[in-house]
């Protein structure tokens, strides 16, 4: 059986047919070709699939795929305007705040998240909203210090 | 993750009816950080879920002290800890929720979720157990309510009849001091090696400790030495003691029996130091 859902990626509206048993990580990297949005552990625990759903981070694996009706997704393709990278991307890079690159997609995510929340967040409130997404290269050091970098330049103030 | 049908129904009538229909073979969902990692790994393999995030009365967190706090069963476990009053008059409950997995899993998860599960580890449960809390239950019949420590019977069993699920959980307000600890292998995103609560309400004292029995479990005897005598160092110690005789925990992948043990004991003699 399959369900009809109308949703929005990136602003993008989307219409589509979906089984009950896929998750909207599946439906965005297969169906949407949107395969920035990573599959770490597919359970919860490592972030790699963050994306913001209506505003809040969440882990994409474990949304199923009718739950999509009537909702906004935003996945880390839609954080650049063109070719200009987000500010974010931007200090990630210039941080080094990635080595392969695999855990980036959701730490930005993340990242964003947080900073539209709070844009002015102290070392240990990124360290805590950053705690569910793993990284098994950096050590995490340069992905705080590339986030408290934006924060310093205030690009999230209302 | 086996095919199923989704069905989304709009009032707790609707969901109940369906749940009566389908019985064993549907499972409710709300926050489904718990329901869809069960299905993905082939442990649960329902024919229907039924996710109740279209049924608007299961929303929202009130509190007022004559009726205390209402937790709907949609209320996550990011609006539960951020939530002033749940900070200001049980600030327990609030640590407890915001112990739990990610902020990316808070932002879904909820409290109902937490406890109707039923894991012995469940992080909202002990404060709850403290406070008293009821868990309020919709059927085909209509609607009743057990107090928690009714509520959960087993590792992964609870006391709901066919066709029933639980709309929210009442706690009674009462002014308390206290402690909610977690023990666990990382700060964040682990689940409980031991968890447990102490409060003192009203001048007496309430301790209920999680992944150390079955079920998340109130310590009676630990409770009735400390309500018997002031507070001195020595009956902490002896209360610390007599806690871990209460608990029958095991070894497991996170520790092993005698840490748990040691960690009931800890949990007691840290709260119960400060609260002298």
């Known amino acids: 059986m399959e369900y009809r859902v109308r949703f929005y990626v990136n602003n993008e509206p989307i219409e589509l ?12 990297r297969e169906d ?25 981070a969440v882990n994409a694996c474990l949304i199923l795929a009718p739950e999509l009706d009537g909702k906004h997704i935003e996945t880390v393709e839609g954080l650049a305007n063109g070719s200009e990278l987000s500010p974010l991307q931007e200090s990630f890079i210039e941080h080094m705040a990635l080595q392969c690159g695999f855990c980036t997609p959701g730490m930005l995510m993340s990242a964003e998240s947080l900073l539209r929340e709070n844009p002015h967040p102290t070392r240990a409130e990124i360290v805590d909203a950053m705690s569910g997404n793993l990284c098994r290269c950096t050590g995490y050091k340069k992905i705080v210090e590339a986030i408290e970098a934006v924060a310093e330049k205030g690009v999230y103030e209302k | 993750m086996k095919e199923f049908q989704y069905l989304l129904p709009h009032t707790v009538a609707e969901a109940v009816a369906l749940k009566e229909k389908y019985d064993k073979a549907a499972v409710f969902m709300a926050g489904a ?32 002290k004559e009726k205390g706090l209402h937790i709907g069963a949609l209320a996550t476990m990011n609006e539960i800890c951020a ?21 990316q899993v808070r932002n879904r998860a909820t409290c109902i979720g937490n406890i109707v599960n039923a894991s012995p580890l469940a992080d909202t449960a002990t404060p709850l157990y403290c406070y008293d809390a009821i868990v309020e239950i919709a059927g085909p019949n209509g609607t009743r309510e057990l107090p928690i420590t009714e509520f959960i019977l087993f590792v992964r069993k609870v006391a709901l009849e066919r066709g029933e699920m639980v709309t929210g959980i009442r706690v009674p307000f009462k002014e308390a001091q206290g402690e909610f600890c977690k023990i666990s292998r990382r700060d964040q995103v682990d689940l409980s090696t031991v968890c447990g609560t102490v409060l003192k309400i009203d001048g007496t004292y309430r301790v209920a400790m999680g992944s150390v029995a079955p079920q ?54 840290n709260a119960l130091g400060k609260l002298a």
């Open chain 1, 17 to 28: 047919s979906v089984p009950a048993n896929r998750t909207l990580l599946s439906v965005l």
């Open chain 2, 216 to 269: 998340p479990r109130r310590l009676p005897k630990t409770e009735a030495l400390l309500n018997g005598a002031p507070l001195t160092p020595e009956r902490i110690e002896e209360a610390a003691q007599l806690a871990t005789t209460e608990v029958s925990p095991i070894d497991d992948v996170r520790a092993d029996k005698q840490y748990r043990l040691d960690m009931v004991a800890y949990i007691v003699r």
């Open chain 2, 33 to 64: 950080t718990d329901v869809v990692v069960r299905m993905r790994d082939y442990l649960l393999t329902p024919e229907y879920v039924i996710d109740l995030k279209a049924i608007p009365e299961l929303g929202g967190i009130t509190f007022s």
């Open chain 2, 83 to 103: 939530d002033e009053n749940v900070k200001q008059y049980y600030p327990t409950l609030a640590k407890a929720a915001g112990s739990v997995g990610s902020k």
């Open chain 1, 32 to 56: 949407l070709a949107l395969t920035g949005t990573k599959e770490g552990c597919g359970a919860g625990e490592c972030g790699a699939c963050t994306i913001i759903m209506d505003g809040k």
